[in-house]
């Protein structure tokens, strides 16, 4: 099993800077890849970005290329988001994720995440 705890949420303006950590327990290896999706009320989970445990392979979703960051402390068995020039369309509730390497491709695919964390809400206001 593996335990995700997700923080850094919180309330800012257009423009600012926000960065979110997500810290990992149980069962993790470098085999591991893990992600950040978001959720607005009524659309479905959205992928943002992921990380390889292993190699530090990264993958954006287009609306955040050039603006957010996502990097890992492997010592620290922690993932974080670097969220810059936020918008008021990045409000979301943020969760991270974690899953077992399967492939580049495949990173943006929620439904192949088998862990999961409680999610921290993020609201930009204009």
């Known amino acids: 099993q593996v335990q995700l705890v997700e923080s850094g949420g919180g309330l800012v303006q257009a423009g600012d800077s926000l960065r979110l950590s997500c810290a990992a327990s149980g069962r993790t290896d470098s085999s591991f890849a893990m992600g950040w999706f978001r959720q607005q009320p009524g659309k479905e989970r959205e992928f943002v970005a992921a990380?390889?445990?292993?190699?530090?392979?990264?993958s954006y979703a287009d609306s955040v290329t050039g603006r957010f960051t996502i990097s890992r402390d492997n010592a620290k068995k922690t993932m974080y988001l670097q969220m810059n020039s936020l918008k008021p369309e990045d409000t979301a509730v943020y969760y991270c994720a974690a899953r077992r390497y399967g492939g580049y491709s495949r990173l943006a695919v929620a439904n192949e995440y088998d862990y999961w964390g409680q999610g921290t809400q993020v609201t930009v206001s204009s």
């Open positions: 990380i390889t445990w292993s190699l530090g392979r990264t």
